[in-house]
Antibody, heavy 118, light 112 residues
Framework: QVNLLQSGAALVKPGASVKLSCKASGYTFTDYYIHWVKQSHGKSLEWIGYINPNSGYTNYNEKFKSKATLTVDKSTNTAYMELSRLTSEDSATYYC???????????WGQGTLVTVSS | DVVLTQTPVAQPVTLGDQASISCRSSQSLVHSNGNTYLEWYLQKPGQSPQLLIYKVSNRFSGVPDRFIGSGSGSDFTLKISRVEPEDLGVYYCFQATHDPYTFGAGTKLELK
């Protein structure tokens, strides 16, 4: 069965960077894009962008272009999102997710809580 | 960016009632390929969102038939007939027609 296992919660200082991971299993990793979604506490969801694990091609929401960097490691079936120059506005839960073709985001990771605090 | 406006913000219900959520888009969600990529997600407390409806009116695998999506163009509705306890949570509409993809602000389905 498809599973997306995300890294654990992170407490990071303002101005620092953090790299979140999303380990995929149960399917051929290179067959499906991995998308990332942000959810600030108690608020709605924002689409950050996606990466094509096969080619490394990325498509970012303009809002996150200077904040997030998406990469993959095909040898470990893991997608990464690095968030840079962190501020309190980046404190949120971040999800990785994957579609089933022709439908929507059918599979979601459990989310990673990032807290930015000194 | 496409703005999705959901109403109401909160919908108090009694179990067994019908609930209705509206999602209006700032522009048409009809893609150049003819599809309309409007989806509905439910997020239960402490959980990741789960897909309910895709392409306006198609129920995802395992979603009960009491969930009905409808609409066209820029005006969409999710109806839940006979609300059950497991239906409580926050509902989001989402569009994947226009880049960047966007979510609505959410509608909380809660008990009266």
């Amino acid at each position: 069965q498809v599973n997306l296992l995300q890294s654990g919660a992170a407490l990071v200082k303002p101005g620092a960077s953090v790299k979140l991971s999303c380990k995929a299993s149960g399917y051929t990793f290179t067959d499906y894009y991995i998308h990332w979604v942000k959810q600030s506490h108690g608020k709605s969801l924002e689409w950050i962008g996606y990466i094509n694990p096969n080619s490394g091609y990325t498509n970012y929401n303009e809002k996150f272009k200077s904040k997030a960097t998406l990469t993959v490691d095909k040898s470990t079936n893991t997608a990464y999102m690095e968030l840079s120059r962190l501020t309190s506005e980046d404190s949120a839960t971040y999800y990785c997710t994957r579609i089933i073709r022709g439908t929507g985001f059918a599979y979601w990771g459990q989310g990673t809580l990032v807290t930015v605090s000194s | 960016d496409v703005v999705l406006t959901q109403t109401p913000v909160a919908q108090p219900v009694t179990l067994g009632d019908q609930a209705s959520i509206s999602c209006r888009s700032s522009q048409s969600l009809v893609h150049s390929n003819g599809n309309t990529y409007l989806e509905w997600y439910l997020q239960k407390p402490g959980q990741s969102p789960q897909l309910l409806i895709y392409k306006v009116s198609n129920r995802f695998s395992g979603v009960p038939d009491r969930f009905i999506g409808s609409g066209s163009g820029s005006d969409f509705t999710l109806k839940i007939s006979r609300v059950e306890p497991e239906d409580l949570g926050v509902y989001y509409c989402f569009q994947a027609t226009h880049d960047p993809y966007t979510f609505g602000a959410g509608t909380k389905l809660e008990l009266k």
